[in-house]
Nanobody, 121 residues
Framework: QVQLVESGGGLVQPGGSLRLSCAASGSIFSLNVMGWYRQGPGKQRELVARITSGGSTAYGDSVKGRFTISRDNAKNTVYLQMNSLKPEDTAVYYC???????????????WGQGTQVTVSS
């Protein structure tokens, strides 16, 4: 079994910063792409950022220049540094990872339980 455990969400004022963390644990042979998605009230889930095991990154248009994704492969952990936060960034943020549990397994898509980020004065 594989678990993704997120931390770091909370309430922050507009213009503030937060750092999210997501640690993968369990049966992990290889950890491919890791990323963050979010779902705001009444909205569809959308990509925030993702990063490959080699460090290549991609960002959603609305967060480019404000958010930075990084990972620590030794710790199977992905981070999301969020700066210049806006009220429209308010959402539940979900960690996502493509993981191969055994060398012979296909890649499986795993999700964390989500962490709430609220940007409000």
């Amino acid at each position: 079994q594989v678990q993704l455990v997120e931390s770091g969400g909370g309430l922050v004022q507009p213009g503030g910063s937060l750092r999210l963390s997501c640690a993968a644990s369990g049966s992990i042979f290889s950890l491919n792409v890791m990323g963050w998605y979010r779902q705001g009230p009444g909205k569809q889930r959308e990509l925030v950022a993702r990063i490959t095991s080699g460090g290549s990154t991609a960002y959603g248009d609305s967060v480019k220049g404000r958010f930075t994704i990084s990972r620590d492969n030794a710790k199977n952990t992905v981070y999301l540094q969020m700066n210049s936060l806006k009220p429209e960034d308010t959402a539940v943020y979900y960690c996502n990872a493509l993981i191969r549990s055994m060398w012979s397994d296909p890649l499986h898509d795993y999700w964390g339980q989500g962490t709430q980020v609220t940007v409000s004065s």
